[in-house]
């Protein structure tokens, strides 16, 4: 049966003009053009992908430019292969230190964003002060923060906490407040606590703006790991890709270098990836207009 | 013609044996006596409004928008303040009344909760009031069964269309059974063609409960008379009821009514009462 309907996509990718032409055959047309689509929707990526890969490559053979100067695509594979085990171990500590980072943020902040809105008070007082911490710039505190709790793992999930709780924290606040005023109403004329507004109205109102806070944090997180790594980190094997990188970088292993800074951006695009995936689909039952 | 109007009289008085209640005497459930309302701005919203109203009937408020008709539901349902004058809302102040459940609300907008489903969206106020989920679902059920959504349980508000985004919102409203059901402008947003069907099922779910009232802003004129037994006219600036005429057309209406010379001579009646 599979094999059947393989068959029959190949078919009919050769003979598409045949396929639409007769009705009997609308299945198998529809499975075409849904292929059709997938492929056209990749394609531009995918030749954008190449051709800029390909372009570094050529330019740079032409050019003749040492690889410790500006490696090649070519080189950067090379170095990957020859240090696996170093850039796996890497990208594990890196991950490690980020997801924690983010997952004790993002508690922490909608928590927090969920007490300030229980009271205008509250958040009328303290919110201006969360905006001068904002503004602090990161590289400024982290060696207060290996001074305060040493070099290592400990100090880089704080330096990540840091740098991805803001965003969460003001994403999830503005959501909260931004209730529809007829809800609110609605709710307050059948008598619900403070507590049930909360709960079930303002919350789930809020889901939108959370998520857009989440997918900037995460991000922002592997920013914050290398960084931290990169200043608070431990020597050694157990060093993430921001140690990686200042070790390459000392010993001119540029190569290496580059391989770990694209291992970085492969792992925040992946992890963005299933941030975005889980919270479509969380929010797939409602809000089908807001998503789009 | 005749005929109708010995019916009228005759369903008046069984549905009177039936809720125990004298139709000439009735008890208010809200009273109006000298209300003034001054926003702290220092608008005139409503001033030296008097108004009875009492069970088993359908006021309808037409008035130019800004005329005050929110304010004055604003102030039966405890939103805002009045400023002067008496207000009773079921025999007592307003929040207190509120507190009773025995009032109900439809805005303009359906305001459903797109994350939930129609039958938890009918049974908020119950889920509000802490009821048991099987007791809030049976009750669900049944409202959505009497604006025709009984097979729409598990669908979600981004699935349905304006009209029936308002049977939902008015089956949640009725969930409770109120004696007073307020309704802002429900139909406001509809076309046409739903707006009357709307306007005919409401009609029906009202003379089927023998009990409840309604209050209903439109500031269509012709809703107005085609839906109650009494139009509210307000006129703006200062916002005044300048006038409460009565419909005595026997429910259940029709069609015909829409078409009927008595209707036309209503619509005129309240318009130049709109005009002065
Ligand atoms: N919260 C408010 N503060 C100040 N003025 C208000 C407020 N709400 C309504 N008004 C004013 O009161 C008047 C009556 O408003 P409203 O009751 O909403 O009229 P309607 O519902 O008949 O259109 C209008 O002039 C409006 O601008
Ligand atoms: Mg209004």
């Known amino acids: 049966m599979e094999r059947k309907q393989e068959e029959r996509v190949g078919e009919s990718l050769t003979l ?89 943020s993002t508690v922490l902040a909608i928590s927090m964003a969920i007490i300030l809105s229980l009271s205008k008070w509250i958040e009328k007082s303290v919110y201006p002060y969360i905006v001068i911490l904002q503004t602090i710039p990161i590289v400024a505190v982290i060696p ?38 007829n809800m609110k109403n609605l709710f307050y004329l059948y008598n619900a606590s403070r507590f049930q507004t909360i709960f079930k109205l303002r919350i789930p109102a809020a889901l939108p703006y959370i998520v857009a806070g989440l997918k900037i944090s995460c991000t922002l997180a592997f920013i914050g790991a290398i960084v931290g790594e990169y200043m608070a980190g431990i020597g050694g094997a157990e060093g993430g890709l921001g140690q990686a990188i200042t070790v390459a970088a000392t010993r001119l292993e540029t190569p290496y270098l580059f391989a770990c800074g694209l291992t970085a951006s492969l792992l925040s695009v992946t992890v963005y990836q299933i941030v975005t995936k889980l919270s479509e689909r969380m929010l797939s039952s409602w809000h089908e207009s807001e998503m789009k | 013609m005749e005929r109708q109007i010995m019916t009228r009289i005759s369903s008046q008085a069984e549905a009177a044996a039936a809720t125990g209640i004298d139709r000439h005497h009735p008890q208010n459930l809200v009273e109006l006596k000298n209300i003034d309302k001054v926003y702290p701005n220092g608008t005139v919203a409503v001033e030296r409004a008097n108004l009875d109203i009492a069970e088993n009937e359908f006021f309808c408020f037409v008035g130019p928008s800004g005329c005050g008709k929110s304010t004055i539901f604003n102030m039966i349902t405890g939103l805002t303040e009045h ?47 802490k009821v048991p989920k099987k007791q809030r679902h049976e009750e669900g059920e049944r409202v959505l069964e009497l604006v025709g959504l009984k097979d729409y349980t598990k669908s979600l508000p981004s699935q349905l269309s304006g009209g029936m985004k308002m049977r939902v919102s008015i089956a949640r409203a009725l969930i409770s059974r109120p004696k007073l059901l307020l309704m802002d402008e429900p139909f406001g947003a509809l076309d046409e063609f739903t707006r009357q069907s709307l306007q005919d099922e409401l009609l029906r779910i009202w003379s089927q409960d023998q009990r409840m009232t309604v209050l209903f802003i439109t500031h269509n004129v012709f809703e107005a008379v085609y839906l109650s037994s009494q139009v509210v006219v307000m006129t703006p600036s200062p916002g005044r009821i300048s006038d409460v005429i009565q419909i005595d057309e026997p429910f259940p209406r029709g069609e015909n009514f829409r078409v009927a010379p008595s209707f036309s001579q209503y619509v005129q009646s309240v318009t130049s009462s709109l005009e002065h």
């Open chain 1, 16 to 104: 598409p003009n045949l396929s639409q032409s007769k009705p009997a055959v609308n299945q198998r047309s529809k499975m075409t053009e849904f292929v059709r689509r997938k492929a056209l929707q990749i394609l531009p990526s995918v030749t954008l992908f190449v051709v800029f890969f390909g372009a570094w490559e050529l330019i740079l053979r032409l050019a003749d430019i040492a690889p410790f100067i500006f490696p090649k695509p070519s080189d950067i594979v090379v170095a990957a292969q020859g240090n696996w085990v170093n850039l796996l171990g890497a990208a594990q500590a890196t991950t490690t230190g980020a997801l924690a980072g983010f997952a004790i």
């Open chain 1, 144 to 181: 207060i923060i290996v001074i305060w709790f040493g070099a290592g793992i400990q100090s880089i999930i704080i330096v990540v906490f840091l740098i991805s709780f803001f965003p969460i924290l003001t994403n999830t606040l503005i959501g909260l407040n931004s209730t529809d005023q």
């Open chain 2, 83 to 129: 400023t002067g004058g008496e207000l009773s809302v079921l025999g007592t102040e307003s929040k207190e009344a509120r507190k009773e459940n025995e009032i109900a609300f439809v805005f303009q907008e359906p305001t459903l909760l797109p994350w939930n489903n129609l039958l938890e969206n009918v049974s908020l106020p119950l889920k509000l009031r």
